[in-house]
């Protein structure tokens, strides 16, 4: 099992990666969207990874209230300074909640009955709920990562070349 500093790591990492597109793309490309169907800004990508944080790590696994407008979060746009300050209180408050996290116990909110199809049996536990909090930040990531590329590339930009753990300058994975 993993422990829960190894948990915040990774997920960290992944928050880190995503406020540094949106700290690097500034106000207005981070609120811009690709011009692909259906594509999200790195602005409301965020936004709704911030929205998973709280929603399925706040209130789910610790069991506090919390308001969501999930429809809301792909729409939004904002100043990347805002955002960032939103990002530093989501992750203290969802740290605070992995902290008393325990991950065989059964969440102590309620997952609504809409998302059952979706979700499935397996996802009444504390643990599995952690789970799906990182699987969209490591999703949404690299979606962030194709949105930098193509919105600098639409203004005439070269995305950055990203040397680091998940790869080389030549983008094979070292792992």
């Not at 948990?7 to 597109?21: C, E, K, Q, S």
């Not at 209230?65 to 955002?83: I, K, P």
């Not at 962030?144 to 930009?157: F, I, P, Q, Y």
């Amino acid at each position: 099992m993993i422990s829960k500093d190894d948990y915040l790591y990774f997920v960290n990492d992944a928050l880190d990666g995503m406020t540094a597109i949106v700290s690097e793309l500034g106000d207005e490309l981070a609120n811009r969207r690709p011009d692909l169907p259906g594509a999200n800004s790195a602005f409301a990508l965020l936004t709704h990874c911030l929205g998973v944080m709280t929603y399925w790590g706040v209130h789910l696994v610790a069991g506090r209230e919390v308001e969501r407008d999930r429809d809301a979060e792909f729409v939004s746009r904002g100043s990347v300074a805002d955002l960032l300050d939103q990002a530093r209180q989501v992750r203290h408050e969802f740290e605070r909640a992995v902290a008393g996290a325990d991950p065989e116990a059964v969440l102590r909110g309620t997952v609504p009955p809409e998302w059952t199809p979706d979700v499935g049996p397996f996802m009444q536990r504390q643990g599995a709920a952690l789970m799906h909090v990182y699987e969209e930040l490591a999703q949404h990531r690299g979606h962030m990562e194709l949105t930098r590329d193509l919105v600098a590339r639409s203004v005439g930009g070269t995305p950055p070349v990203e040397v680091g753990r998940q790869g080389g300058e030549d983008g094979q994975d070292r792992h």
